[in-house]
């Protein structure tokens, strides 16, 4: 059983396009991070969500924390092919030991010029 | 200034044999972890150190050994190799007493086992 669930599995969009990606649980999570993995490379903390109801922005890219604090969104603006990357949502469950997360299976992203 | 570096790369070995995987640190970061990514891009825990401290240790074969000499550094013997055993190591650290911080992940070490 995946913890966090994330949708759509594989985004292939064209440059100038916008997109959206998701991260749902049926548990609360105290926080969610997202992560963007490029190939070769491990996974580079984007941003962290706290507040139920948060949004946050980062240049192109909101991020959104679901007021149940069960969901996560991920909002890309114009993607651009520097956008291309596996994103991956995180977070540390109720009770889960000491700086435990638990990932998401991502999305890939490509992003074509 | 490479925050989480782990050593080797891209490692290559027959069936049967012993390897070893090396991380360090320099974030000053209180907790070291060691993450396995599958074929389809899972990322599964397999160890936490605390302050040199084993505090995770996931369902792992006994052939796997963590050992953390010192809060920076973490390192990974694999006994036995098996073909399964194929797949990227990722090394991360993160602070998780006081003001806490996401993991900073190395760049990874791609495992296979001919």
């Known amino acids: 059983t995946q913890l966090l669930e994330q949708s759509p599995q594989f985004l292939s969009i064209q440059e100038g396009e916008n997109l959206t990606v998701y991260c749902n649980s049926s548990s609360v999570f105290s926080s969610l991070q997202w992560y963007r993995q490029e190939p070769g490379e491990g996974p580079v903390l984007l941003v962290t969500?706290?507040?139920?109801?948060e949004v946050k922005k980062l240049k192109r890219l909101t991020f959104q924390f679901g007021d149940a604090r069960k969901d996560s969104s991920l909002h890309i603006t114009a993607a651009q092919p520097g956008d291309t990357g596996l994103y991956l949502c995180a977070g540390p469950n109720r009770g889960s030991t000491l700086g435990r997360l638990y990932f998401g299976r991502g999305t890939q992203l490509t992003v074509w010029p | 200034d490479t925050a989480v570096s782990q050593t080797p790369k891209y490692l290559v070995t027959q069936m049967g044999n012993d390897k070893s995987i090396k991380c360090e640190q320099n974030l000053g970061h209180d907790t070291m972890y060691w993450y396995k990514q599958d074929s389809k891009k899972f990322l599964k825990i397999m160890f936490s150190?605390?302050?040199?401290?084993?505090?995770i240790n996931e369902t792992v074969p006994n052939r796997f050994s963590p050992k953390s000499p010192d809060k920076a550094h973490l390192n990974l013997h694999i006994n036995s190799l098996e073909l399964g055993d194929s797949a990227v190591y990722f090394c991360?650290?993160?602070?998780?007493?006081?003001?806490?911080?996401?993991?900073?992940f190395g760049s990874g070490t791609r495992l296979t086992v001919v």
């Open positions: 969500v706290v507040t139920g109801g």
């Open positions: 150190y605390n302050n040199k401290e084993l505090i």
């Open positions: 991360a650290s993160s602070q998780v007493q006081g003001r806490t911080s996401g993991y900073t």
